[in-house]
C-alpha cells in the first residue's frame, strides 16, 4: 500500500555531506514516524535516525551530532541529512516507516547504497 523510494546515495568522499531523500506514497492516513537504518559489509543492521509525525528527532550513537532528519512541508518526502562522512558510514541505507504502530517499522524501501571513500 505504501511505497518508499530512497534516493541520493552514491560515492562520497570522508568529511564530506551528502542527502537522501525518502519519497513516501500510497498514504492513506498519517505516518507514526519514519526513520533510516543502515547495514555495512559483515555488520548488523544498526538504526541511524528517526522521526515523528510531531517532529521529535533521535539519533543513532554512532551519527549523533552529525546527521539530521527532517521532513518536507507536504509530509511525503523524510530527508536524512548527513556531515563529516567517514569510510565506516559506507553502507546500505534503507528507509521505514511505521504506519501502523509507532516505533514499529513495518514498510521499507529497497535501500541506497553510499560509499565513504576517496
Known amino acids: 500500500q505504501v511505497q518508499l523510494v530512497e534516493s541520493g546515495g552514491g560515492l562520497v568522499q570522508p568529511g564530506g555531506s551528502l542527502r537522501l531523500p525518502c519519497a513516501a506514497s500510497?498514504?492513506?492516513?498519517?505516518?507514526?514516524?519514519m526513520g533510516w537504518y543502515r547495514q555495512g559489509p559483515g555488520k548488523q543492521r544498526e538504526f541511524v535516525a528517526r522521526i515523528t509525525t510531531g517532529g521529535n528527532t533521535y539519533y543513532g550513537n554512532s551519527v549523533k551530532g552529525r546527521s539530521a532528519i527532517f521532513r518536507d512541508n507536504t509530509r511525503n518526502t523524510v530527508y536524512l541529512q548527513m556531515y563529516s562522512l567517514k569510510p565506516e558510514d559506507t553502507a546500505v541505507y534503507s528507509c521505514?516507516?511505521?504506519?501502523?504502530?509507532?516505533?514499529?517499522?513495518?514498510?521499507w524501501g529497497q535501500g541506497t547504497q553510499v560509499t565513504v571513500s576517496s
Open positions: 521505514a516507516a511505521a504506519i501502523r504502530t509507532p516505533g514499529i517499522y513495518d514498510t
Open positions: 500510497g498514504i492513506s492516513g498519517n505516518i507514526y514516524d
